[in-house]
């Protein structure tokens, strides 16, 4: 049986002595599996998301990735992860405004020191794929929502991760640039071969998606 890219077992997560964030729960994820993490606000999503990409360690339980312990890695081991294996994309982007959207797109590769060529040209094709190559030498304030979601996924792309995690990535769209950005997501997840989740309260994204779970309180119910 092969093994899966993402385990979770037994985890919770405390932040305080109130409800647990997450509380016991139990997932597997197979490589190549687009799934999404339905619920509202407050019921885990993030947390679990943050877990996943060694942002947050639970209060119990184990976080496995590639057969990889990540709840285990230090400060650095948990950057170069980040850095070598996960794609980020989150609700509000999260772009520097002071860089432009090359400059933007080709950090996380300038990070793990790639040289200047190889990032340049990479980004290049990214935008072209995203439809957003014109916008190049622009600064993200210039640009629309969905522009600047595009430029976030082309970043979060950079370094081929095997593994893209997105917090609620159409949350601050109008519905018809969230469409787009549905399409675009499943077109990536299928041209480049990635393990996906996405969490969402968007049921129209969740359905585009292999698998849905829900998350209620912290724990995850059927679907």
Known sequence: MTEPLIALHDVTRRYDDGPPALDDVTLSVAAGEAVAVLGPSGSGKS??????????????????????????????????????????????????????????????????????AQTTRRATELLGALGIERHAGAYPGRLSGGERQRVAVARALMNRPALLLADEPTGDLDEPTAESLHALLRQMHAEHGLTSVIATHNPKLAHACDRILRLESGQLKPA
């Open 47 to 116: 947390t679990l998301l943050n877990l996943v990409a060694g942002l947050d360690r639970p209060t119990s339980g184990t976080v496995s990735v590639g057969g990889r312990r990540i709840d285990t890695l230090g400060e650095a081991a948990s950057a170069r992860y980040r850095r070598t294996t996960i794609g980020l994309v989150f609700q509000f982007f999260n772009l520097l405004d002071d860089l432009t959207v090359l400059e933007n797109v080709v950090l996380p590769a300038q990070l793990a020191g790639v040289g200047r």
